[in-house]
């Protein structure tokens, strides 16, 4: 019997905000892991980045700022080397638990590069900030470069834009993995955004939502499920209000309704369910689940987590 094809999506709170909390915190996620392998599904992996890129960013600028012989890193840098610890981490312990369980099933991380579209409106409208706060006459350099720059509290930040999703090169490789019976992470952080330009790759100065990235992996791959591991049980309604109510299930009618009413956090929640909404009205009989991490067996069971369908 062939095996049902799952991504399972881990969310930050996989990894908490720094080294010695990563060590720790992906443990639990290796846990959740292991179980969907134990469950006999064909598990690939995607996972956030965040606060992890800014951190690295944050280093290599302010390096540069102590010694001006080295330059500051570009954000495709930055992305690639936070793909590149946390996967070392995340496949390590993962190959630990399957180990220690019995199951002997090469783990591999995928230095991963996501094509996007150079006139996406999101380069003129950047909205993630990144780095450290910087004062007026710093802010006033980054401008003269050509970044954008935004006033906090704290002082000035630069913003990068998060333009969609088109490709991803190493698509055939992942293919390849999985085919070999291997526990694949890819699309760490969303991705390297790069652009395309005749045989070269280069690094766009942006981010990739991961959860968009998630649902093109997903679809490209042809998997059944789509699963975001997060910090909550359910999708909620009036989240955070004391008319909160827990959805079990929901259509990607019902979701485009709540989208349109402003039900769902725009930087946490709504990605996932407009990421699962394209994943499963693709193609028939594909589902999405968005659940706690620490329920992911259980959710993959009916018994936690919400259910999106076409």
């Known amino acids: 019997m062939k095996k049902k094809t799952i991504v399972v999506a881990l969310g930050r709170n996989a990894f908490g905000v720094?080294?010695?909390?990563?060590?720790?915190?992906?443990?639990?996620?290796?846990?959740?892991i292991a179980d969907l392998v134990e469950d006999k599904y064909e598990v690939i992996i995607t996972h956030s980045n965040g606060p992890q890129v800014g951190m690295l960013h944050r280093a290599m600028t302010e390096f540069s700022r102590l010694d001006n012989t080295f330059t500051v890193a570009p954000m495709s840098v930055c992305g690639a080397l936070?793909?590149?610890?946390?996967g070392y981490d995340l496949q390590n312990a993962v190959r630990t638990e399957l180990l220690d369980r019995g199951i002997f099933k090469p783990v591999s991380t995928?230095?991963?590069?996501?094509?996007?579209?150079?006139?996406?409106?999101?380069?003129?409208?950047?909205?993630?900030?990144?780095?450290?706060?910087?004062?007026?006459?710093?802010?006033?350099?980054?401008?003269?470069?050509?970044?954008?720059?935004?006033?906090?509290?704290?002082?000035?930040?630069?913003?990068?834009?998060?333009?969609?999703?088109?490709?991803?090169?190493?698509?055939?490789?992942?293919?390849?993995?999985?085919?070999?019976d291997q526990l694949v992470i890819a699309c760490g952080g969303g991705g390297i955004p790069?652009?395309?330009?005749?045989?070269?790759?280069?690094?766009?100065?942006?981010?990739?939502?991961?959860?968009?990235?998630?649902?093109?992996?997903?679809?490209?791959?042809?998997?059944?499920?789509?699963?975001?591991?997060?910090?909550?049980?359910?999708?909620?309604l009036n989240f955070g209000t004391d008319?909160?109510?827990?959805?079990?299930?929901?259509?990607?009618?019902?979701?485009?309704?709540?989208?349109a009413e402003g039900q769902?956090?725009?930087?946490?929640?709504?990605?996932?369910?407009?990421?699962?909404?394209?994943?499963?009205?693709k193609k028939e009989g594909r589902k999405a689940i968005i659940s706690h991490l620490d329920k992911a067996r259980q959710s993959l069971k009916g018994l936690n987590g919400t259910v999106i369908t076409a």
């Open 243 to 259: 008319k909160a109510q827990a959805l079990d299930a929901l259509t990607a009618a019902d979701a485009q309704k709540y989208i």
């Open 110 to 180: 995928i230095i991963t590069q996501v094509r996007v579209d150079p006139f996406d409106p999101a380069f003129q409208q950047p909205t993630k900030t990144i780095g450290r706060h910087m004062t007026k006459e710093d802010a006033e350099e980054e401008i003269k470069k050509g970044n954008y720059v935004v006033e906090e509290e704290e002082g000035y930040r630069r913003i990068i834009a998060t333009p969609k999703p088109i490709d991803i090169y190493e698509i055939d490789a992942i293919k390849a993995l999985v085919q070999a």
């Open 18 to 32: 720094n080294l010695p909390e990563q060590k720790k915190s992906i443990i639990h996620a290796a846990n959740a």
């Open 264 to 281: 769902f956090p725009v930087t946490s929640m709504l990605p996932k369910i407009e990421a699962s909404v394209s994943f499963v009205t």
């Open 194 to 236: 790069v652009l395309e330009q005749g045989t070269v790759l280069r690094g766009a100065s942006a981010v990739i939502e991961k959860d968009l990235v998630s649902e093109k992996l997903a679809d490209m791959l042809d998997a059944d499920i789509l699963l975001f591991l997060t910090g909550v049980d359910k999708v909620f």
């Open 82 to 86: 936070s793909q590149g610890y946390i």
